[in-house]
């Protein structure tokens, strides 16, 4: 690979690496959602299980993206400097809590809620040490990887709900907060960084937020709110909340696959002041 002033792409991290993004943050957004629910019994354990298995499988992915995985012990040795090392720490507490809630041990729904937000947000910080990827240090991206895991783990709750009515219409109320928040998160995050792109990742930036404004975003709440303002069939409801779930996560894991693989393109260098040999210094007028 040759470096130089214009931009290359990034390929230490892979898909591997952008399904612990992917997984990690809808799962945790999923557990977020169960425990902002109010659910209880058999489908309440099946979410907690469908959140631990996304967040488990998302780790899983990192562990096999490590070029000598038998040492990823070490990951738990920097919390104090790390955001990899604090998101290890907080996914086992995480999983902790979660998998006693599934076995209706106690209810630990407010613990779960703070350490599901705290695992996304973990995540968004990993890619923000990254400071020769523009996409990935803008201050933005933190905020919006971490509404974006929680928009997806909203739409697979809202399709559950779909099939499954019974918690607490807060929820379906905080996943369209959510959705709106990420779509306009999205429009900003590229206006910012198309102003400092070259034309070639400016298309894939182009291209990595469309789908979080059109059938990610605006078809989703269209779909959202339909059934709340006007008469359709029970049948009808159903399939457009579940769609409107199943868009919103799948457009949320297509953001998230883009940003690690296709618009991790290093600046480049940049060398405002060069060296200029055989020139005399001017004399001090004084």
């Known amino acids: 690979m040759s470096f130089g002033p214009n931009p290359w792409l990034q390929r230490s991290w892979d898909a591997r690496a952008a399904g612990n993004f992917m997984f990690g943050g809808a799962g945790a957004g999923l557990l977020a959602f169960t425990a902002l629910s109010g659910w209880r019994g058999p489908v309440a354990t099946a979410l ?3 959140g631990m298995a996304l967040v488990s499988g ?5 562990w096999l993206e490590i070029g000598r995985p038998w040492r990823a012990l070490n990951v738990f040795a920097n919390p104090r400097t790390s955001w990899m090392s604090r998101e290890a720490y907080v996914a086992v507490a995480l999983l902790l809590l979660c998998a006693l809630a599934a076995l209706q041990v106690a209810s630990y729904a407010g613990p779960v809620a ?5 695992f996304v947000y973990c995540q968004a910080r990993i890619l923000r040490q990254a400071r020769g990827i523009p996409a990935w240090r803008e201050p933005m ?7 974006s895991g929680l928009a997806e783990g ?3 709750f809202c399709a559950a709900w779909a099939v499954a009515a019974g918690g607490r219409p807060t929820a379906l109320g905080a996943f369209a907060a959510a959705l709106l ?7 900003m995050w590229r206006a910012r960084l198309a102003a400092a792109w070259s034309p070639r990742p400016r298309r894939t930036l182009e ?4 789908a979080l404004w059109h059938w990610g975003g605006l078809l989703p709440l269209a779909l959202l709110f339909a059934p709340a303002v006007l008469p359709l069939p029970d049948a009808v409801r159903v399939v457009a909340m579940a ?3 199943v868009l919103a996560a799948a457009a949320g894991q297509r953001f998230k696959y883009l940003l690690v693989t296709r618009a991790a393109f290093n600046q480049g260098f940049a060398l405002t002041q060069l060296p200029v040999r055989g020139v005399r210094r001017a004399p001090n007028p004084s």
């Open 48 to 50: 907690w299980l469908a």
């Open 58 to 62: 998302g780790l899983l992915l990192v």
């Open 114 to 118: 703070v350490l599901a937000l705290a």
């Open 141 to 147: 991206t933190t905020p919006l990887v971490m509404i």
């Open 154 to 156: 909203g739409g697979l």
């Open 181 to 187: 928040a990420r779509t306009l998160l999205a429009r």
């Open 207 to 210: 291209s990595t937020v469309a």
């Open 243 to 245: 769609v409107a779930g």
